[in-house]
């Protein structure tokens, strides 16, 4: 069984940094891309940033030059480098990956079950 385990979630004042991290375990014979969505509430869940396998990487443009996306391919594990955080960005942060298991044939979408991020003096 897969599973999407995302950490780093919390409170933290405007102008402050997390790093959020999502663990993939299971059996995974690959991974494609990772990227990190959120969603506050009464808002779509909208994506943030993405990372391809090979370590392309897009942001939202209401994050570009403050959230950094990355990536460790040996731990299957994604990163989220948060900085010079505004109230704006507090939400739910969700993990997700394109992920081929053991005995598939092709990637499926797999979720994190999401962190609380809150930014707020």
Known sequence: QVQ???SGGGLVQ???SLRLSCAASGSITSIGAMRWYRQAPGNERELVALITSGGRT???DSVKGRFTISRDNAKNTVFLQMNSLKPEDTA???CNADLIYTGAYGYTKYWGQGTQVTVSS
């Open 4 to 6: 999407l385990v995302e």
């Open 92 to 94: 739910v942060y969700y």
């Open 14 to 16: 405007p102008g402050g």
């Open 58 to 60: 897009n942001y939202a």
